[in-house]
């Protein structure tokens, strides 16, 4: 089945019903990723803080503010899980466009673990979604706030960047479709986006862990 993107990330966060902790994946195990199981005890710990941060949220009153809020909450819950995991780094918290944007950095104390990142970014992304419902638990508003590590996601957006402005390339000269290989939501936006700023077409098939872009021709 064919769909086209709406959404930044192509997914929300699932609902969280004010007052009870939100139903929070676990950091995923990847083979090539060596402290699995600290990382999981400080998911696990941190969620049961947002549980008890989630029995009375506030909600600001203009979207600026909430994602301000956003922010202020999502360092708050990552600060105190590289606490509980005993790792390094300092939070940055910014806002890009119409959503809140957190980074975790190197600190002068020491390098940010790239265990939190994990093989294809599968741990960030589970650091993302463990944020986006803390945050939710916090604000009762479903969170689209955009968690990086180290950098990862920017390299990988200037990789991804090449890889579509050469299909568009493709497709220009040729007048014929090309399927891209499967991406996650974050890269899959970006190539929409690039595909819209060069007067393309593009949508995305397939389901997870295959689901991939196809630009056409306008």
Excluded: C, W
């Amino acid at each position: 089945m064919t769909e086209q993107d709406t959404s930044p990330d192509e997914r929300s966060t699932s609902s969280v019903t004010e007052g009870s902790a939100p139903n929070v994946p676990d950091v995923p195990d990847v083979p090539d990723v060596p402290g699995q199981d600290d990382l999981k005890g400080a998911a696990a710990e941190a969620r049961d803080d947002v549980g008890s941060a989630s029995a009375a949220p506030t909600k600001p009153t203009t979207p600026t503010s909430l994602l301000e809020r956003e922010g202020e909450v999502a360092a708050d819950f990552l600060e105190q899980l590289l606490d509980i995991a005993d790792m390094d780094g300092d939070i940055d918290v910014d806002v890009d466009g119409d959503r809140a944007a957190v980074a975790i950095v190197d600190s002068e104390e020491g390098r940010v673990s790239r265990r939190l990142v994990g093989s294809d970014g599968k741990v960030l992304e589970a650091l993302q979604e463990l944020t986006r419902l803390a945050v939710q638990a916090a604000t009762g508003e479903r969170s689209r706030l955009m968690l990086d590590v180290a950098g990862y996601r920017a390299e990988r957006r200037a990789a991804v960047v090449t890889i579509a402005q050469a299909a568009i390339a493709i497709v220009k000269s040729t007048g014929d479709k090309v399927a891209m290989d499967p991406m996650t939501a974050f890269e899959r936006k970006v190539v929409h986006d690039q595909v819209l700023a060069a007067g393309l077409v593009s949508e995305s098939e397939g389901v997870e862990p295959q689901r991939h872009v196809v630009i056409l021709p306008a």
